[in-house]
């Protein structure tokens, strides 16, 4: 495929909210997008948390200061839980605003990310080259790897995926028109939770019901 150097948010962004087709004949309502029946999310959990796996998760962490430092995305405190940021600034009105959890970053911030990964190299250099609050934040004691490290490794993949405009675009879009979350709704990206590693549990599920007395759940009308 051919194309140019430098995409854009908001064209990419009008791309696939075509493809979503929000506008879609919904046959059976209520409908997520292209017509496909979904119970309404907003309705059924008006608030709480949402919390993003796998392939959300490959995309926006990695995007992420080190957790603990100030968040370069749109100045809030990154995995605050309470106490002072640590940084010296003096800063309490972003640390006020953070989110508690520890991995978490209002749906709004990652429509913020995308417009930076979509701006390209220029961009991305500002924005996690080595000079950046994003590398500087590894600086502190007990950081897993160094400013140049984390610097070097997310440019590296973001040279490497052409395709991550798009991918965070798409998460973005399938977050606000999809399932319509508000912009401020917290989403929460992570790996593990209490040392287990989350993966699609609908496999695990249907062999958990394959299992039980060798023939299977049968259920009665």
Partial sequence: ????????????????????AKDAVCKVKPCSFNGVYQPNILNT???GGILALSYFYDRIFQLLPAQGSAHPVSGRA??????PNGNGNGNTKSVKSASSEPSSLPI???????DRVCEGPESWKEHWGP????????????????PEEASKEILAELDDRPEY????????????????????RNVRVEKKVDGVELGWCLGAVIAMLLE?????V???A
């Fill in 218 to 220: 049968q259920c009665v």
């Fill in 78 to 83: 990154w995995g605050w839980s309470g106490k």
């Fill in 1 to 20: 495929m051919a194309g140019e150097d430098v995409g854009g948010f908001e064209h990419c962004n009008r791309i696939v909210e075509l493809v979503m």
């Fill in 212 to 216: 039980e007395g060798g023939e299977g």
């Fill in 45 to 47: 959990f008006p608030s």
């Fill in 131 to 146: 000079s950046s609050p994003f590398a500087q934040s590894f600086s502190a004691k007990g950081s897993t790897k160094t």
């Fill in 108 to 114: 709004s911030d990652v429509a913020l990310l995308a």
């Fill in 165 to 184: 405009c798009l991918d965070l675009t798409f998460m973005h879009a399938l977050l606000r028109l999809g399932y319509e979350f508000g912009s401020e």
